[in-house]
């Protein structure tokens, strides 16, 4: 009678913890985020599951199928070298295809000097906002190293050279079906806003993770006003490089200075509503 009042062992109380993509609240042997789907490595097994799946995929496929295995391996500096000089040749590779294409509106020499100005665009940008990003890092408490700061800019000018060589063969159609030099140049346009987008929101999204892995809390207006920078840095240099498109039979490798890209874009976007031929 006795042993049958005896009280059992206390149950375990479950540990838990903040999903690093999405901030919900999850029980740590779930090992997985119910709202965003996202593996969770604090439950061991599914983390080791997690990372035998991703072994088998190249870091461009962990970017796009499992993108908290490559964070998480960009947090412990595991392979670090070895990523970014995947990212660093996809990108260079990816970014001068789409170049290329954009310079077939006009043709001839400036088809090699636009492959060469969009890498020098994407890569020339990321060199410039590198201290700045590395700067904002400490004082938003992730402790990330230099190294881990490049690694991360480097993930997102590949998204972006990504999603531009997949924009290429549409570009490639309009050369081909179009004489409209206001369209090519708004289309253009259009697809590197699109992919800049994607690379600022993975830029958020990353400096998320890798702050709350660290243990702090992230200040994303920090990173807001560092998106900004890095836009208007862009932007300005590829106003600098340009022409990209150039005109058809005549080739310039660089216009004098004047104005600006918004007052251009404006500009643009009135004349080929007046004029779109």
């Known amino acids: 009678m006795s042993e049958a009042n005896e009280p059992g062992p206390e149950p375990q109380l479950k540990k838990i913890i903040s999903c690093p993509w999405c901030r919900t609240r999850v029980r ?6 119910p709202n965003c789907q996202a593996v969770l490595f604090a439950d061991k097994t599914s983390a080791e599951e997690r990372v035998e799946s991703a072994k088998k995929m ?4 962990q970017l796009l199928r499992a993108r908290e295995h490559l964070f998480e391996d960009l947090f412990n500096e595991d ?9 660093s040749l996809y990108a260079l590779m990816f970014s001068f295809i789409y170049g290329l294409t954009v310079g077939m509106f006009s043709g001839g020499f400036q088809i090699m000097a636009s492959g060469i100005k969009v890498p020098l665009i994407l890569f ?3 060199i410039i906002c590198l201290p700045a990003l590395y700067t904002f890092n400490v004082l938003l408490g992730s402790r990330l190293s230099l190294k881990q700061t490049l690694s991360t800019l480097l993930i997102v000018t590949y998204l972006i050279s990504l999603i ?4 290429a063969p549409i570009l490639f159609f309009f050369t081909l079906s ?3 030099r206001n369209f090519f140049s708004i289309l253009n346009m259009v697809f590197c806003l ?16 890798l702050t709350l892995r660290s243990g702090s809390e992230p200040d994303l207006t920090i990173i807001r006003i560092w998106s900004l920078i890095y836009m208007f840095v862009g932007t300005q240099f590829a106003w600098i490089l340009r022409p990209f498109i150039g005109e058809s039979g005549e080739f310039l490798l660089f216009r ?5 890209f918004y007052l251009y874009l404006i500009e643009l976007i009135k004349n080929l509503f007046q004029n779109p031929a």
């Open 28 to 33: 740590e042997e779930q090992g997985s985020c």
């Open 58 to 61: 190249t870091y461009g496929e």
């Open 79 to 87: 392979n670090i070298n070895k990523q970014i000089s995947y990212f």
């Open 124 to 126: 020339g940008t990321l």
């Open 164 to 167: 531009l060589v997949s924009f």
């Open 178 to 180: 179009t004489d409209s």
């Open 194 to 209: 699109v992919s800049g987008g994607f690379g600022i929101s993975l830029l958020w999204r990353g400096m998320k993770f």
């Open 256 to 260: 004098k200075l004047k104005g600006n």
